[in-house]
């Protein structure tokens, strides 16, 4: 899956901001956040959806997301944590991954036009939700 933007990152070949990883899983933050904080946590073993990841990936997929989930509280105990499953439901990249998307009492909805992640920002945010 030479072509696959999130294995090409989970190798360390494409850049992102990373959050978290471990020997099965990474999570990074989102380049077109629907909130400050956005972060995605993704299989490194690539799989397009959550019935196919191996059974012995689950352990560390939830575990994973748990993880960020609790590094996102630093920043809001509020988020939305979802997984996107086929076009129709608004699958844009075919690597499976979780949202967690921090929600802000400013911020009721979902922007309609997402911002890019700010360089700047995205350094701060990695420094809050990469430590332990
Ligand atoms: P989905 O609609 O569930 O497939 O979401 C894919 C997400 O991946 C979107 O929110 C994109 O902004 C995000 N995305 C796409 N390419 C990258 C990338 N190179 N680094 C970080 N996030 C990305
Ligand atoms: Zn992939």
């Known amino acids: ?35 400050r904080g956005h972060v995605l946590v993704v299989p490194k073993h690539h799989v397009d959806r959550l019935t196919d990841l191996p059974r012995e990936h689950y352990p560390a997929m939830l575990g994973a997301v748990a993880e960020v989930c609790r590094r996102v509280e630093r920043l809001s105990m509020d988020y939305n944590v979802g997984v996107n499953q086929g076009a129709l439901a608004g699958q844009i990249v075919f690597h499976l991954h979780f949202h967690v998307i921090p929600r802000y009492p400013d911020q ?8 890019a992640l700010d360089p700047a920002d995205a350094q701060r945010l990695v420094e809050v939700l990469a430590h332990r």
């Open 108 to 115: 009721p909805g979902f922007p309609r036009k997402r911002d």
């Open 1 to 35: 899956m030479g072509e696959c933007i999130f294995c090409s990152i989970a190798a360390r070949k494409a850049p992102a901001h990373i959050v978290w990883e471990d020997d099965v899983t990474i999570a990074f933050l989102d380049i077109f956040p629907l909130s």
